[in-house]
């Protein structure tokens, strides 16, 4: 950088009629800037072709960075820089070393980008961090042979292999500062990378270990590790730069600005590396910029998943009672988390999760079923945080590709919510794959027909269907009650099962007092 701007102030000299002593003076600041480099070791170089050669920290984290088998970089974040580099013009030269170095690294200006770091307010102070996002993540816990663990108060007394320097660690959010808040003790085991927790917890020096979702999905077959339900604090995945390094702004902006368009296009790279070395059943759409807004609006999300037990503990003193109330209180925010995203539902958790009741109820379902249902029904649409903003939130009728991202969004919900081990998470998975499965087997993703459909999830088809239609969305307009009504009667038999269709006229006069939505409705 420092030549190309010498051979530009070289030819204005000239443009402007400059004399040969501005030539002179010209050479020596040649001299003295080559003199000046040599004394401050700068990370980034041109060569002599105008390349420029960018470091970057590099540690294994497989599928997202890693050492293949030739010895040399491989993962998700290396296609989509080796891509942006090409792109540019750029030289990438992967530096290898464990975590903890590569923050170092960069904290000492001795790295020009580290992939793959987990956005934090923290971290913000130290790092500058390109705006768009590459992937969201989390933690989860995986047990050794012959431990189980459903919630945080079975980890007690047990030693627990982490990450070093991980955020999956420490921090506010980090396990060791959860486990804090339960009164309970483990012993904590460092290891320099996820790959050493995963050894540890195989060779059953370790009774249980923590990864994020990706390393543990790719490598969980590879060790003798089970997963267990636990999963917390889910993180922003960006590039991270030194905040001082005079090409920092410029790498953020050409980043950012390769990384839309390749989130924009259904074929890119992007896509193409995602299911290269993630597979098939991993998110095929970046999970977008929500998650920055919940973790410095005060991190609710972890509240979500694991801090509202926090809450439940100091209420109770029974371990039993404080279990049950605490994950109702966790499923209760899980299933709010999408009217964060999304301002035109702000009732729709609400009006859904009692109309799957007040019909459970009419069938002659137990208290506890229609309990479980309820709040089961919360979650139906978790899998809407994996769709980008410009889906979900779009004024207007969707393009076929941005439909059948959309249409997506079933599996990952059931994705999110799979290993369960309560009867509420299992009913919420099973909401959530098969709630948009239809009668007549039309629906979406299995295209399964009649009773085939779970019954939780046909009762919640009917309950969705009826709120959107009602409520204000991007891309329409609220429908009147009674129009609404008249629609879920017309597909009766059709995209709904006959007798949900039945009890839901049956309650409908309490909904719409409760909700304040048409008191002199009358059902027909």
């Not at 401050?40 to 970057?56: M, Q, S």
């Not at 923290?122 to 189980?148: H, I, P």
């Amino acid at each position: 950088m420092f030549i190309r701007y010498i051979r530009r102030r070289s030819f204005f000299s000239f443009a402007r009629g400059g004399s040969m002593l501005g030539v002179k003076q010209d050479i020596l600041l040649v001299a003295l800037g080559l003199g000046l480099s040599g004394f401050f070791a700068p990370v980034i170089k041109a060569e002599a072709t105008g390349k420029i050669t960018l470091w970057a920290g590099a540690y294994e984290n497989s599928p997202k960075i890693y050492k293949g088998p030739d010895g040399k970089a491989a993962g998700f974040h290396k296609d989509i820089l080796d891509y942006i580099a090409q792109k540019e013009g750029w030289e990438i030269k992967y530096v290898w070393a464990s975590w903890k170095e590569c923050l170092d690294k960069l904290e000492k200006n001795q790295l020009d980008i580290l992939p793959d770091v987990a956005i934090s307010a923290e971290r913000q102070k130290k790092y500058a961090f390109n705006s768009e996002s590459f992937l969201t993540n989390w933690a989860r816990v995986y047990a050794a042979g012959g431990q189980e663990a459903d919630n945080f108060l079975d980890l007690k007394n047990k030693k627990i292999a982490v990450m070093a320097g991980s955020i999956h660690t420490d921090g506010i959010t980090g396990i060791k500062n959860l486990i804090s808040g339960f009164d309970i003790s483990c012993e904590f085991i460092e290891a320099v990378d996820y790959r050493a927790v995963f050894e540890l917890v195989d060779s059953g020096q370790a009774d249980f270990g923590i990864v994020n979702r990706t390393f543990g999905n790719a490598n969980e077959k590879k060790y003798k590790v089970s997963r267990t339900p636990i999963i917390f604090n889910p993180t922003d995945i960006r590039f991270a730069f030194p905040p001082e390094a005079a090409l920092t702004p410029r790498l953020i902006e050409r980043i950012d600005f390769h990384l839309r368009q390749l989130k924009a296009e259904a074929d890119s790279p992007y896509y193409v590396s995602l299911e290269k070395h993630f597979g098939i059943s991993v998110e095929k759409v970046p999970l977008p910029k929500w998650l920055s807004y919940l973790l410095y609006a005060g991190l609710p999300l972890m509240l979500i998943l694991s801090g509202a037990v926090i809450i439940a503990r100091k209420q109770i003193r029974d371990k039993t009672k404080e279990l049950d109330e605490s994950q109702g209180e966790v499923i209760d925010r899980l299933g709010k988390a999408i009217e964060y995203r999304d301002n035109y539902t702000g009732r729709h958790i609400s009006i859904v999760s009692e109309i799957c009741y007040l019909i459970g109820r009419d069938l002659g379902l137990s208290q506890k079923e229609c309990d479980i249902l309820k709040k089961a029904a919360t979650m139906h649409d978790i899998g809407k945080m994996a769709i980008e903003d410009a889906i979900l939130l779009k004024p207007g009728s969707l393009s076929r590709d941005e439909w059948e991202k959309m249409k997506k969004h079933s599996s990952l919900g059931a994705d999110m919510l799979s290993q369960g081990n309560s009867q509420i998470l299992k009913t919420a998975e099973s909401i959530a794959l098969y709630h948009h499965e239809k009668w007549d087997g039309s629906g979406y993703p299995r295209k399964i027909n009649g009773k085939s459909i779970p019954l939780a999830a046909r009762i919640c088809t009917v309950a969705d269907v009826f709120d959107a239609l009602i409520s204000k969305r991007p891309y329409k307009a609220a429908w009147p009650l009674q129009k609404s009504v008249d629609e879920i009667l017309l597909r009766k038999g059709s995209h709904f099962d006959p007798k949900i269709v039945e009890s839901f006229m049956k309650i409908l006069p309490r909904i719409t007092s409760q909700f304040s939505l048409d008191k002199s409705l009358q059902p027909a």
